[in-house]
């Protein structure tokens, strides 16, 4: 196998893509036609070496043997071939210095494993010396011993015996010429051809006309040769047959090349696909033969820098190597030499074998790699080489760097959601802890509360005109600060209720709902002079009765903050959306606030202006964003001192529901 692939000196080897287009042009074809690989490789087609008049004459000849119109150019010397039909012929090659010399070629369809045609390999032998040989003994027999020790000729009579054989026949066949005289040639018969290819020479010889084939034969020592054949019969002066003439050229590297790359399915792929990964087949020894047009890519070399001179270990990082070879003698309990042999210990011991490993291009850059090896066998199971597929590793490292990363951002996530969830119930359980307990201290606070200001009532009217007034003055301040209290007690029962309440969601109609607002608040605007600016507002969903609450706090507040203005002017509207929600906005433009303390406007208890300015008792906006929160939305201000304030709120809109005035 290693000179069925690799070795030069004895044939071409051209492969093709499916359009023809050649991707491999072995050192056997750059001897013999003076072409470099990377002149004719992705360039040209076959043809373009070939001669055009006999290209011409194939496609002609070819259409009317075949019955269908077969054009001039390459799919004249692979149509067979792409039928599925042997085909070996003969053709005129062209150099690149314009001299020419017959060729014999052979054309193997390779094929994905559901028979689709990938390329074609062109096996091509110089049949210059035997066209020469040929000739010589048809015109005189005595030259039999004067064919040159390549070619294998042996004579035999028409009984089809041995009556003499060359130097050749022997060397290739094993046995001394005294052991094949007088035999036939079943002596070297390997059983592979059937009884209908026998019968079909001897049919085609005995008609007087030469018979051209491939023989599978078995030597002495019962191995197995192939030969390409032709017997000629010889005639004597009254034109009867009298011997039969046997040239044979031995094709053994050839066909073994052509069973390698077949048999090899993953290898046909990779000789062609050079986008795609790196194609580097070595002999027994790991020197590099084939270095395709992917591996030039990723490595940087041309192939003729790497061919018949370095291994794949030379490009692989040595420390990587040895560690490989460290860990697995290890393994598999038997050392191993770093180098070569622990790139392919195991295909070599017939264990499928993928790895990652840093390859170093020529200009020293590095990268990583995933490299499948698989071992080349001949038909005995001798290893006659390697073939190493490599991919760049580059991106899926990245990949999963960037998956690593994600994954542990994930669980980091996770660990704070799930932290976070247990803070929310943790602050879940201290506010009903502590709803449960302001609404409990608010409800007992009710009843001393009216004690005392039912008492100081009662001392009021029973002291009447016996008080200083001074000593009234005091009662009014009790009498005061117990009806705030209970103000306070009141709004902190209802922001109380307002976090335990069970929200009843429908669809709510909020023009109509700040109409009613409005007119709930007659008597805080009655002799006031306000201008309402009120836009359509949408449909939302929410709980009718809660928004209400909404609606009344804000609207009560842009009243009381803004009866420093005559005529104040309050605005009702939408400001578009914010995630899906309507942005709804109560304006006014009374006193305003600053906004270095808006932080302050929602909290409980939280005032910016003097209660001897304006009434309340802080806990009108906290309500209101208890209720938005609760509703999935939320509540912002801005404002700014003598400018007025407006307050933002976000509510899910009613689907398909149009805007109500």
């Known amino acids: 196998m290693q000179r069925a692939i690799f070795n030069s000196a004895n ?4 492969a093709t893509d499916a359009k023809g287009v050649i991707q491999i042009f072995n050192v056997g074809a750059e001897r013999m036609l003076g072409y470099a690989a990377v002149e004719v490789v992705n360039t040209i087609t076959p043809a373009d070496i070939s001669d055009p008049a006999e290209v011409i004459a194939r496609a002609t000849a070819l259409s009317l043997e075949l019955g269908t119109s077969i054009a001039p150019g390459f799919d004249a010397l692979v149509f067979k071939a792409s039928r599925g039909i042997e085909d070996i012929y003969q053709l005129t090659y062209i150099r690149k210095d314009g001299s020419r010399f017959p060729a014999v070629v052979s054309v193997t369809a390779l094929r994905e494993p559901d028979g689709a045609i990938i390329g074609y390999l062109l096996i091509g032998t110089d049949n210059t010396a035997r066209k020469h040989a040929e000739e010589a003994l048809l015109e005189n027999y005595a030259l039999l011993r004067t064919i040159h020790l390549h070619s ?31 035999q036939t040639h079943r002596i070297v018969n390997s059983g592979v051809q059937s009884p209908a290819f026998w019968k079909e020479m001897w049919r085609t010889i005995s008609s007087g006309q030469p018979w051209r084939g491939e023989i599978c034969n078995r030597s002495k020592d019962g191995s197995f040769y192939w030969v ?20 044979r050229t031995d094709v053994t590297a050839r066909k073994l090349a052509e069973e390698a790359l077949v048999k090899a399915g993953a290898l046909q792929s990779a000789i062609f696909n050079s986008a795609n990964f790196s194609s580097i087949a070595t002999d027994a020894r790991g020197v590099i033969q084939i270095f395709n047009v992917g591996a030039e890519r990723m490595l940087g070399y ?15 990082d040595p420390q990587e190597v040895i560690a490989r070879a460290t860990a697995l003698s290890l393994e598999l309990g038997t050392p191993i030499t770093p180098g070569f042999e622990a790139l392919v210990f195991k ?35 001798a290893i006659i080489g390697y073939l190493l597929i490599g991919t760049d590793n580059t991106a899926r490292r990245a990949i999963e760097a960037e998956l690593k990363r994600v994954e542990h951002t994930v669980r980091q996530n996770e660990a704070q959601r799930e932290h976070d969830a247990e803070h929310a119930r943790a602050l879940g359980l201290v506010n009903q802890e502590l709803e449960a307990f302001s609404y409990s201290v608010s409800h ?29 003055r005091y009662l009014k301040i009790i009498t005061d600060a117990s009806v705030e209290m209970g103000e306070l007690i009141d709004d902190l029962l209802d922001f109380s209720r307002v976090g335990r309440a069970e929200i009843h969601s429908q669809s709510v109609a909020l023009g109509g709902l700040v109409a009613t607002v409005i007119r709930g608040l007659e008597m805080a605007t009655s002799g006031r002079n306000l201008i309402w600016k009120l836009a359509p507002l949408p449909q939302v969903v929410g709980d009718p009765s809660l928004l209400k609450q909404v609606l009344t706090n804000l ?22 959306q914010e995630a899906g929600r309507i942005i709804i906005f109560v304006r006014d433009d009374g006193v305003g606030f600053d906004m270095e303390y808006s932080n302050k406007l929602f909290g409980v208890f939280q005032r910016l202006h003097r209660a001897e300015e304006f009434e309340g008792t802080g806990i009108g906006l906290a309500t209101v964003r208890r209720i938005i929160n609760r509703h999935g939305g939320r509540v912002w201000a801005e404002g700014a001192l003598g400018h007025g304030a407006t307050i933002y709120f976000t509510l899910e809109p009613t689907p398909g529901a149009e805007a109500s005035a």
């Not at 009843?447 to 005392?452: F, K, S």
Request: proline fraction near 4%; glycine fraction near 8%.
């Open 302 to 316: 041309a192939a003729i820098d790497v061919m018949n001179k370095i291994t794949p270990a030379d490009i692989s």
């Open 152 to 182: 294998i000729v042996s004579v035999t009579d028409r009984a089809g015996v041995i009556v003499d054989a060359n130097d050749g026949f022997c060397k290739i066949s094993g046995y001394r010429r005294e052991e094949l005289l007088g």
């Open 444 to 472: 007992d606070l009710r009843a001393p509360l009216r004690h005392v200001h039912g008492y100081v009532e009662m001392l009021r009217a029973a002291t009447e005109g016996q008080l200083s007034d001074k000593a009234t």
């Open 228 to 247: 390409d054949s032709i017997i000629a019969p010889f005639k004597s002066e009254d034109g009867a047959t009298k011997r039969y003439i046997s040239v």
């Open 347 to 381: 295909a070599s011991r017939g264990i499928e074998d993928i790895y990652e490993l840093t390859y170093i291009r020529k200009d020293g850059t590095r990268f990583p790699a995933v490299v499948s090896v698989t071992a080349l066998r001949d038909p005995q199971d």
């Open 11 to 14: 044939f071409s080897s051209i």
């Open 555 to 576: 609207i009560d507040n842009a009243i009381k903050y803004s009866r420093t203005r005559d005529p104040a002017t309050i605005e009702i509207g939408c400001a578009g």
